[in-house]
C-alpha cells in the first residue's frame, strides 16, 4: 500500500479544493466581524455574516463527503485527504450540535 502526500482522484482533490474554499469563508467572515460588522437576536439577522457561515459549513461537509467517498470508491490513500476527511467530520459533528443541542 502506497501512502502518497497529495490525492490521486478527482473526488480527493475536490474534497482538499472544497476544504481550502471552507477555510477561505471562514476567514470572510472572521474579515466581516472585524471590519465592524455585528450579529442580531437571530442567525439570519445579518446576512452579511450568514452566506459565508452557510456556505463555510456546506463546504466543510461536502469535503467530508467527498474525501469519505474518495476513500472508500477509488481506495484514495493521500494523507491530505485522510486529515480533509478528518476535518470535515468534526465540521459535520459541529453542525448537527448546534442543530440537537441549541444554547
Same mark, same amino acid.
Do not use: Q
Given at each position: 500500500m502506497k501512502i502518497n502526500l497529495t490525492p490521486k482522484s478527482n473526488l480527493g482533490r475536490w474534497s482538499v479544493g472544497l476544504i481550502i474554499s471552507f477555510f477561505v469563508f471562514l476567514g470572510l467572515f472572521f474579515l466581516f466581524v472585524k471590519l465592524g460588522e455585528r450579529g442580531g437576536d437571530t442567525f439570519f439577522s445579518n446576512l452579511k455574516l450568514t452566506i459565508p457561515m452557510i456556505i463555510a459549513g456546506l463546504c466543510g461537509v461536502c469535503a467530508f463527503l467527498t474525501g469519505f467517498t474518495s476513500i472508500i470508491k477509488?481506495?484514495?490513500?493521500?494523507? /491530505?485527504?485522510? *486529515?480533509?476527511? @478528518?476535518?470535515? +467530520? /468534526?465540521?459535520? *459533528?459541529?453542525? @448537527?450540535?448546534? +442543530?440537537?443541542?441549541?444554547?
Amino acid at each position: 500500500m502506497k501512502i502518497n502526500l497529495t490525492p490521486k482522484s478527482n473526488l480527493g482533490r475536490w474534497s482538499v479544493g472544497l476544504i481550502i474554499s471552507f477555510f477561505v469563508f471562514l476567514g470572510l467572515f472572521f474579515l466581516f466581524v472585524k471590519l465592524g460588522e455585528r450579529g442580531g437576536d437571530t442567525f439570519f439577522s445579518n446576512l452579511k455574516l450568514t452566506i459565508p457561515m452557510i456556505i463555510a459549513g456546506l463546504c466543510g461537509v461536502c469535503a467530508f463527503l467527498t474525501g469519505f467517498t474518495s476513500i472508500i470508491k477509488n481506495k484514495e490513500r493521500s494523507v /491530505f485527504v485522510f *486529515l480533509v476527511t @478528518l476535518m470535515g +467530520f /468534526f465540521i459535520l *459533528l459541529y453542525i @448537527l450540535a448546534e +442543530f440537537l443541542f441549541p444554547h
